[in-house]
């Protein structure tokens, strides 16, 4: 005849005081992954650098006394600025000399002479303008804010013509917004440089809706749920 045995439930059990207590387990999870969204991201090279290495663009490096400045071969008010504005504006993203000076420097001097040329060429830029921004290195999205702000200004209808590109332009702008050092009483001298991120950005902000027309705002806000009028 099988004998049966009861089972004693472990919380009913005896506990043998001398016995040590098992260690509880350590946890081989780590925390959540980093969602990456300040990390910089790399880009392929500009078709900027591709036409300067062929000698295609009209400019040059000149070393004067007083540092470099660009050599133009041609005037700039004879410039296709449908062929030339979006390429000099894709190579905002470059890093390397002299590169991203002749971009950077060629590009303003592009938007300070083009009146009437630069409105027609906008829907052509703005690709340039997100992938330089996508890159969310604070160096290149720091030039291309100071670019974009004399873009919007260059022209009296310019500032519209952007408002239709804000989903584009703005989403990497609401990531970095608050990017603002804390330093107490201690001095920020990228203030006096102009190279503060967070208020590039709300200066770069307040432009657009200052010159985006009545539909900015409402664009701004949607996408930029932190803004604040500057203007109302």
Same mark, same amino acid.
């Given at each position: 005849? =099988?004998?049966?045995?009861?089972?004693?439930?472990?919380?009913?059990?005896?506990?043998?005081?001398?016995?040590?207590?098992?260690?509880?387990?350590? *946890?081989?999870?780590?925390? &959540?992954?980093?969602?990456?969204?300040?990390?910089?991201?790399? *880009?392929?090279?500009?078709?900027?650098?591709?036409?300067?290495?062929?000698?295609?663009?009209?400019?040059?490096?000149?070393?004067?006394?007083?540092?470099?400045?660009?050599?133009?071969?041609?005037?700039?008010?004879?410039?296709?600025?449908?062929?030339?504005? &979006?390429?000099?504006?894709?190579?905002?993203?470059?890093?390397?000399h002299?590169?991203?000076?002749?971009?950077?420097?060629?590009?303003?001097?592009?938007?300070?002479?083009?009146?009437?040329?630069?409105? &027609?060429?906008?829907? =052509?830029?703005?690709? &340039?303008?997100?992938?330089?921004?996508?890159?969310?290195?604070?160096?290149?999205?720091?030039?291309?804010?100071h670019?974009? =702000?004399?873009?919007?200004? *260059?022209?009296?209808?310019?500032?519209?013509?952007?408002?239709?590109?804000?989903?584009?332009?703005?989403?990497?702008?609401?990531?970095?917004?608050?990017?603002?050092?804390?330093?107490?009483?201690?001095?920020d001298f990228? =203030?006096k440089?102009?190279?503060?991120?967070?208020?590039?950005?709300?200066?770069?902000l307040?432009?657009?809706?200052?010159?985006?027309?009545p539909?900015?705002?409402?664009?701004?806000?949607?996408?930029?749920?932190?803004?604040? *009028?500057?203007v109302?």
């Amino acid at each position: 005849m =099988q004998r049966c045995t009861k089972v004693i439930p472990p919380h009913k059990r005896a506990v043998d005081p001398t016995k040590p207590k098992p260690k509880a387990r350590k *946890s081989t999870r780590g925390g &959540p992954p980093s969602a990456g969204a300040f990390a910089k991201r790399k *880009s392929p090279p500009s078709d900027f650098r591709r036409y300067y290495d062929r000698g295609d663009l009209p400019i040059a490096v000149e070393h004067t006394a007083g540092g470099n400045r660009v050599l133009w071969k041609v005037e700039i008010e004879k410039l296709d600025f449908h062929h030339y504005l &979006p390429i000099f504006f894709d190579g905002l993203r470059e890093q390397g000399h002299p590169y991203a000076f002749l971009a950077r420097e060629g590009t303003i001097n592009m938007l300070e002479h083009g009146q009437s040329k630069i409105l &027609p060429v906008v829907p =052509q830029l703005i690709i &340039p303008i997100k992938t330089a921004l996508n890159t969310r290195d604070p160096e290149i999205i720091c030039r291309v804010l100071h670019v974009l =702000q004399l873009l919007v200004v *260059s022209g009296e209808l310019v500032g519209e013509a952007l408002v239709p590109y804000y989903r584009q332009i703005l989403p990497v702008l609401n990531i970095f917004i608050n990017c603002n050092r804390n330093i107490g009483d201690s001095i920020d001298f990228r =203030q006096k440089k102009r190279n503060c991120l967070g208020d590039l950005i709300h200066e770069t902000l307040e432009l657009l809706e200052r010159h985006g027309g009545p539909d900015a705002f409402i664009n701004l806000k949607y996408l930029i749920p932190s803004w604040t *009028s500057a203007v109302l």
